[in-house]
């Protein structure tokens, strides 16, 4: 008898992440054909400090178009300056932070309703426990403070074991369409990207539309591997 397949995982998905705004303007007038032409399941709004208004209101004028292209939209918890209840009062979908402690004082805040991502895990006994914690992600790959990240064979190394073990979705920090496709061949169910769209000299939409393809190419690749993998009987 021919054993039962696996099965699919399904394709992975861009998650984009904006440059650090203080005029949200130009990005509201852009975003509406970056998110037609893209499978985009969320969109990561970075804010350069201000008062708590001027932030919500940067929020506002780019939540409608984010939420109704069917995108979460979430705040980068590094902006909020420790006060998570800006996450409701902005619309927004919930917060990205970064490390234990972080995602620790987050939480009361964030949860039941919003989001509540983490990053910043540089052992996996750090993501170990982000999972435990309640986080809704993981994400691997991303700069520290000093601009430094670990090495392509790294991150997907520590993709592919969260993948294989752990129910909670993995995000790859991919700086290239390749890294984009060997992050979601690691097991990856969503690639984050960010100056790899916004710095390409092509404009954002072509470099978000290859770095889409190099996703769909990767899953397609795993099917056909997974294909031929199967004992026939």
């Known amino acids: 008898m021919a054993s039962k397949p ?8 861009l998650y984009l992440a904006t440059p650090p705004l203080d005029d949200a303007s130009q990005l509201a007038t ?3 054909g970056l998110l037609a032409g893209a499978d985009v399941a969320a969109v990561l709004v970075r804010l350069k400090m201000t008062d708590q208004r001027g932030m919500i ?4 004028a780019l939540a409608p178009t984010i939420q109704n292209a ?5 705040l980068d918890g590094r902006d909020l300056n420790n006060q998570f209840e800006l996450v409701a009062r902005a619309g927004a979908d919930g917060a990205h932070l970064t490390g234990i402690a972080a995602l620790e004082e987050a939480l009361p805040s964030l949860k039941p309703d919003r989001i509540a991502g983490v990053g910043g895990l540089v052992t996996r006994h750090d993501s170990m426990l982000a999972g435990e914690l309640g986080a809704d992600y993981v994400l691997f790959g991303e700069r520290d403070e000093n601009g430094h990240r670990p090495s392509m064979e790294a991150v997907a ?4 074991w969260w993948a294989e073990l752990f129910e909670p979705p993995c995000i790859g920090y991919a700086t290239t369409s390749e890294e984009a496709y060997v992050f979601a061949r690691a097991g990856a169910d969503f690639v984050l990207v960010d100056d790899a769209v916004w710095a390409d000299s092509r404009g954002a939409a072509a470099a978000l539309a290859e770095i889409g393809q190099a ?19």
């Open 30 to 32: 852009s975003l509406p």
């Open 6 to 13: 696996a099965p699919q995982r399904p394709a992975p998905r």
């Open 157 to 160: 190394e520590r993709l592919d």
């Open 70 to 74: 069917g995108a979460a939209l979430l």
């Open 215 to 233: 996703l769909r190419q990767a899953h397609a690749d795993a099917r056909t591997d997974a294909k031929a993998g199967q004992p026939s009987s």
């Open 57 to 60: 209101t940067r929020v506002k």
